[in-house]
Each structure stands twice: as C-alpha cells, then as structure tokens.
C-alpha cells in the first residue's frame, strides 16, 4: 500500500505517518514509499486503539478539568443572603447592580414581574447565580412597615403629650410549639371550641379574641404553631404587648418553642411561660423548667426572672392564675398601654381575606384614636373607606377603640399581617402616590407569569396554580413549598391568590399541564368540568401539612435516580483468541471479586518499572463461558472466556477492572 493512500485513511501527513509508525513499533526507513499490506492493516488497528485510548483519557481529563473549574468558580462567586420573598428593586440593592439589569435577566428566564413585585427565593437564586453571585436562603426581611408600627405610636404619644390619656387592654399573644396547646388554653378562656372548628386542631389563621377577667379586659391573638407560620407568627409578635409563651409539660422545648423565643426577644417583648396539659400521667413540670434554664430563661421558683404559670386547658386548672398574671405584669408596663381616645389614628393588621360576598375583609386592633364607621383609611399600600365595622361577634358597630378586635370591610386590597392602618388626611395626594409607586389595589394578590422556554420545557418540574382562604395561608403555602425545592424537579407557582379556582386558572392551568390547588376554598363549577374533561389534577386542601407531603411525594415520583459505578472484580488476560475492530475474544482469570455479564468494562496495560498503570479504554462484556459453557458470573480464582465490546487493543498481561452502574432511588 502507497504510504500516501495509508496517511489519507487515518487522516494525517505522509510525514507525520512516518514519525508516528516507529510508536506504533513499525519501522520504515524515512524514504520509504510503500508499505506492505499486513503492516499497513496493523498499523490502521493500532492507530485506531491509540485514537480509543487518547478519547477515552480525554473524557476522564474533561470531567477532572470542569470538576476543578466548578469548584474555582463557585469560590469566586460572591455571597449573598436572600430571604424568601424580596421584591424586585430590593434585590437589585442587594446585589448592588442597576434594576433594569436585573429587569433583563428576569426576562431572559420567562419572568415578567414589575419592580414591586415579590420574587420567591427560586426565581431571585436563579437570578443572582446568572449574574455572578453565590446565593443562600435567608431569613425574612422586616418591612419597614412592622418596624413603623411601634416607632409612630411612640412619635404619637410624644406628640399628643400626656393629657387625656386613657388604659386601653394588653394585647397577648399566645406563641409557641405546634400541638402544646395555645388554642385549647384560648377555648378555655372564652368557654368556646374554635379548636373544633380548625382543621386537624391547629390554627390556620391569625385570630384576635377579647375577654373580661375581674373586670379588666385583654385582648388576645392566637398564632399558629406549625412550622410553615413563622412569618404569621412573627407578625403576631410584631403587634402584641405581651406573650405567652406555651409549653406543653409532655413535651418540654421544641424547634418552634425556640423560633418563638427568639421572636419574642427580637421584639423585645414581655413575656411569661404556660406549661400546658399538667392533666397527664406522669409529666414534669421541672423538666420543662430545665430545658428554659438551660437556654438561659431560669424560672423565678429556680432564682430567675421567667415567670412560669401551670396550666391545664383540659380542666381548666391554672386558667385563672394565668389571667391574673397577664393582668399583674401589665400593671407593671400599663405605661405603654395609655393611649389618646381622640387622637391620631393608629392600628395593626391582624389579617386579611378576601370574601367572596363582600370583597376583602380586613382584621385589625387599633392602638391608638379611634376608627368610626365611614373614616377614609390607609392600609399598607392600600386604601379605602371603613364602610362596615363589625365586633368579634359579627356585630356591627359605629366604632372600634383601643385594642378591640374588629373586622374592617371597604378596604380595596390586601394587606399583609402587620401592616399599619392610618387616617387618611389627603386623599388625593395619597392616591397619587400610589399611582407613581406601583402599590397593588388589587382584591388578588399579583402573582409570577412564567413564559414558556425550550430550556424550560426540557426541565423537570411541578407547575402549580394556587389559591387560598387568607393571605397568611397564601404566604405560608409559598414559603413550605420553597423549601421542597430541589434542584432536579422545579416548583412553578404560576399563579397564586385568594378566592376559589376559576375558569381563568384552568386555562392557565391546561397551558402548562399544571396542578390545581385550593386551600380552605373550592373551584368554581364550570372549572371543575374543565379540569375534569382535560384530566387537570385538582386538589383541596384543608391542613397545610398535608398539602406540603403530596407536593413532596410528586416530587420523589419524578425525581430521576442517582447512578453510581459499583467496581466488582478485576481480570488478568491471559490470552487473546480472536478480534476484530469492535469486538475482541479473549480467556483471563478473575483476581478480585467476580467478573459478571453485560457490565462496564476498563482496560489498563500493567505498571512497568518506576510508572503507573495507564487506561487503554474502555467497553462492555458481552458473553462469558467457562468450561465452553456461557454463564452470568464468574468467582473469584476462576478462568473465564470473554467476548469483549470495544474499539480497544487488548494484549496478553493487561488488567480488566469490571464495573456495574446502580440506580438509586431519590427523596427528599
């Protein structure tokens, strides 16, 4: 064969064929033109088995090569914290980068939100991974709003000076572990059963509830105690004058007892301890006084300052001790409880809903003046005219004073819990002002429009359309299902408000091959037929728990195994029968473990003096025989004939290192 016509086979120069045929061990002398044709079929096998090897140690450098560049990049990534809802023009402060940059790169992966607008921690991670940064979860951001609250009843006293003052009751919250009994104490009180009426026994929303205890009044707000209600909880503490800290004595301090404390000494409120259910066999008391003295909250009894009250919601043992208490400690802080009956208005959003009868309705407590019946007021960024007071009876009433729960209807939006409620003095240049910042009036919350990608559309994901009752639910649901995130399998919230399902999200829904979700609420009748003749998945929902473990169990249902090679033997070849350019037959013996069929298979030419073993490549084993017999496995010390799958040149003395890929299911 011409050396010319053997160089265009293997795609190279005539001279760099003669450089090259000498490492291939054939020896031609440098003015040679042709080369016989059994050295010319050699060196063509050769040179291919030289190609194999060379691809497969470049897949091996690759993966090395991008390992170390990952970790290089993710170490000059800069960190930043972000909580689980930030609004789009606080992100960009943030990561102090223009807004209409960060406005760009929403749009770049299918967002379309406004500089108001809340992104969830997903989509704000995503944002500022593309832009450079390393992101991590945070906790929530206090708004400037919760901080307000106290700072103008302060500037309002300070103002209106200390005339005319009048006591208004102390606002209570009772805060603590799920299931220790915060709601059963309040049942107790008011000689009622909401704990009946909540579904699976805990608080779904935040609820203000006054009673009369020897003539003195206290208002109390009942927080919900399931993981998922930190934000409510913590805007619960936001607005009282006093918590109740509860712990049951079964069960002693909790994950949420801690996240409570916490909060309680965030607002730098006061506060005394229930140790609940003192009813059951064999609970300790001084258990539970242990485990506070261990984190620093002594009880008096043990010489500390925590006041800690046994209780009983079941009999009612210790329920009066506990409401004098309340009174006793606020006797001593009835400074902060004075307040102008005909001054400056001032109040705090318990919580909002939206009625379907009625439109939004508004919980609230006032803290200072007085709210009648037709007053124009502003409400966080919403506003409107108190056109309906009602009392926690469902009375109506010509005015809300001080610390009375009362339920306010005319408010054109949704406030969030905590948000402040002010008289509003100038209605035009209010309106205004909500006009050149973008404030929502809206009666549904805004919601996240994701628009459809190829990149988006080959992902793995859960898309959802989501409504509820009130708008702690709402916001509690959002923040649950940001911590089922998981990298392989995406949560789209599509859309989320309040109310039932409409025909608007089935359509949303049918677009996006999306999951319809209710919480405390229904579908209207007509999307229920759509969903149902398109075969959407509709779900209601009454216990937040168990919505957030079927989201999770969908999940784990798509979530793609994890492979990982398993080494299982190592072969010696001790002869080579037969081969061809993709399959090659060979006899060897197993040295380690066992040698098995149809599994991934390595082949290293042995370590010479003073060098490590080298990889020629790699394929797969086809057949096994021994005794000329096929079989599925071969033990250890036994000789074997194998067919080898493989562009590789085996010889006599080389090392065989089988490998078996194993799936492994994922959860989270």
Not at 12 to 25: A, F, V
Not at 110 to 125: M, P, R
Not at 135 to 150: D, V
Not at 424 to 431: L, Q, R, T
Request: with cysteine; glycine share 8%; proline share 3%.
């Amino acid at each position: 064969m011409n050396i010319t016509e053997l160089a265009r086979k293997l795609k190279i120069t005539p001279q760099e064929l003669k450089e090259e045929l000498p490492n291939l061990g054939i020896h031609l002398g440098q003015r040679a033109i042709q080369i016989p044709d059994k050295q010319a079929e050699k060196a063509i096998e050769l040179w291919q088995a030289k190609k194999e090897k060379e691809k497969a140690l470049s897949r091996i450098k690759d993966k090395m090569t991008r390992a170390v560049n990952q970790e290089e990049e993710e170490e000059e990534k800069k960190e930043v914290i972000l909580p689980p809802l930030i609004q789009v023009y606080r992100l960009a402060e943030k990561l102090d980068l223009p807004i209409k940059k960060i406005m760009n790169e929403l749009i770049k992966n299918g967002v379309l939100a406004s500089v108001n607008e809340n992104l969830d921690y997903e989509i704000s991670a995503i944002i500022a991974e593309n832009l450079g940064f390393k992101p991590q979860l945070g906790a929530e951001e206090q708004s400037g709003e919760n901080i307000y609250l106290k700072d103008k009843i302060q500037e309002i006293r300070e103002k209106e000076g200390q005339k005319n003052l009048e006591l208004r009751a102390p606002v209570v919250v009772m805060m603590g572990h799920v299931d220790h009994g915060k709601s059963s104490i309040l049942d107790t009180i008011r000689k009622s059963k909401i704990v009946d009426q909540e579904k699976g026994g805990i608080t779904q929303h935040i609820g203000a509830y006054q009673v009369k205890e020897k003539n003195k009044l206290i208002t109390f707000i009942d927080t919900p105690g399931h993981e998922a209600f930190k934000t409510m909880r913590a805007r619960g503490g936001e607005i009282a004058d006093l918590a109740v800290l509860v712990i049951a004595a079964d069960d002693g301090v909790q994950p949420q007892t801690m996240e409570s404390i916490k909060i309680i000494q965030q607002q730098n409120i006061p506060f005394l301890v229930a140790i609940n259910k003192i009813d059951k066999a064999e609970v300790d008391i001084e258990r539970v006084k242990k485990d506070l003295s261990e984190i620093n909250l002594t009880p008096e009894d043990w010489g500390g300052k925590i006041i800690c009250v046994p209780v009983s919601a079941q009999t009612g043992e210790g329920i009066d001790n506990l409401l004098e208490t309340i009174n006793l400690i606020m006797e001593m802080e009835k400074q902060g409880l004075q307040y102008h009956p005909q001054g400056e208005l001032i109040g705090g959003v318990v919580e909002a809903h939206l009625d379907k009868g009625v439109g939004p309705v508004i919980s609230a407590i006032i803290y200072n003046g007085t709210l009648k019946k037709g007053d124009d007021v502003v409400v966080g960024k919403s506003f409107g005219r108190a056109r309906t007071i009602k009392n926690q009876q469902g009375e109506e009433i010509k005015e809300a004073t001080a610390s009375l729960p009362v339920q306010i209807f005319g408010i054109k939006g949704l406030p969030q819990a905590g948000d402040l409620i002010r008289e509003m003095k100038e209605s035009k240049k209010f309106k205004r002002e909500i006009k050149e910042n973008d404030f929502s009036s809206e009666s549904e919350m805004s919601s996240i429009n994701y628009v459809s990608s190829e990149k988006k559309q080959k992902e793995k994901s859960i898309n959802i359309v989501l409504r509820a009752d009130v708008n702690g639910s709402l916001e509690a649901i959002v923040q649950i299902l940001d911590k089922l995130k998981n990298p392989e399998v995406k949560i789209n919230i599509l859309k989320k408000g309040l109310g039932n399902l409409t025909e608007a999200d089935f359509e949303l829904a049918k677009a996006s091959n999306g999951w319809l979700i209710s919480f405390g609420t229904g579908i209207t009748n007509s999307a229920r037929q759509l969903a149902e003749e398109a075969d959407l998945r509709v779900n209601k929902y009454e216990v937040i728990y168990n919505l957030a473990d079927e989201v999770r169990e969908e999940i784990n249902k798509i979530l793609p195994p994890e492979i990982f090679e398993e080494k299982i033997g190592r072969g010696e070849v001790l002869k080579v029968f037969q081969k061809s350019s993709r399959e090659t037959i060979l006899g060897a013996r197993v040295l380690e473990g066992k040698i098995i069929k149809d599994a991934l298979l390595r082949v290293w030419t042995p370590a010479a003096a003073g060098q490590d073993p080298s990889l020629k490549g790699e394929g797969r084993t086809n057949q096994l025989q021994v005794n000329k017999k096929d079989v599925s496995e071969v033990k250890l010390g036994v000789e074997f004939g194998l067919k080898f799958l493989g562009k590789i040149k085996i010889e006599e003395g080389d090392i065989l290192e089988i490998y078996q890929e194993i799936k492994k299911v994922k959860k989270i």
